[in-house]
């Protein structure tokens, strides 16, 4: 099994329609994190929590929230999807301490029309 | 904002030949991640630099972190196919800091 566990890989979904993406790691990490990937622009950061209690936003925050359900699970929400928020979501984990090494999900495939 | 330009954004070059590409920034890193992006796959580690001058190699692959721990390269020898994918460079500027990635860049190496 992944480390890192996207769901679902691919999903086409209709402008203003309310959608989660979910995340589950088996790695012990405290860190996870959502990335957005467009074309051209690398991996954009959305939000990050370094623990349970802990969320914080990213450079493109706007349009998502997200929830840290436990350790090994954090969702991301667009909570009135748009066409522009078509996108590779990737999902991510790392220590804390010692390797800071980033272990990713496999992504998700969104498409907003 | 801590940012990482890397150069070149696109680079299309034969098997057999030799390339560099870099990963730039006006910020001190505390280390920096090279990865490997293949299509519809999530970006895996290559490589962790921690030391300023510190110098790793891979296989055909040197990574390379400056002396000011603000820059990095990574040089191929005699590329093949299989090295074709999209390289990004992800700077920690500390540990209690997030992970930045450079938008990175990608390479296509033709037979």
């Known amino acids: 099994d992944a480390d890192v566990t996207q769901t679902p890989r691919n999903r086409i979904t209709k402008t203003g329609k309310r959608i989660m993406l979910e995340c589950s790691q088996t790695?012990?990490?405290?860190?996870m994190y959502w990335y957005r990937q467009d074309p051209g622009l690398g991996l954009r950061l959305i939000y990050y929590s370094f623990d349970v209690k802990d969320i914080n936003k990213g450079e493109i925050s706007d349009g998502y929230s997200v929830s840290r359900q436990a350790q090994a699970k954090f969702s991301l929400s667009l909570e009135s999807a748009i066409p522009n928020q078509t996108a590779l979501y990737f999902c991510?984990?790392?220590?804390?301490?010692?390797?800071?090494?980033?272990?990713f999900g496999q992504g998700t495939r969104l498409t907003v029309v | 904002t801590q940012l990482l330009e890397q150069s070149p954004q696109f680079l299309s070059i034969q098997e057999g030949e030799n390339l560099t590409v870099y990963c730039n920034s006006s910020?001190?890193?505390?280390?920096l991640q090279w990865y490997r992006q293949e299509p519809g796959e999530g970006p895996v580690l290559l490589v962790t630099?921690?030391?300023?001058?510190e110098v790793k190699k891979l296989k055909r692959l040197t990574f390379q972190f400056g002396d000011a721990r603000k820059d990095s390269s990574l040089h191929i020898t005699a590329a093949q196919p299989g090295d074709t994918g999209l390289y990004l460079c992800a700077g920690l500027p500390g540990s209690n800091y997030k992970l930045t990635f450079g938008k990175g860049t990608l390479l296509t190496v033709n037979p």
């Open positions: 991510a984990t790392s220590s804390d301490r010692g390797n800071t090494e980033a272990f």
């Open positions: 630099v921690v030391t300023g001058g």
């Open positions: 790695k012990g990490h405290d860190r």
């Open positions: 910020s001190v890193f505390s280390s």
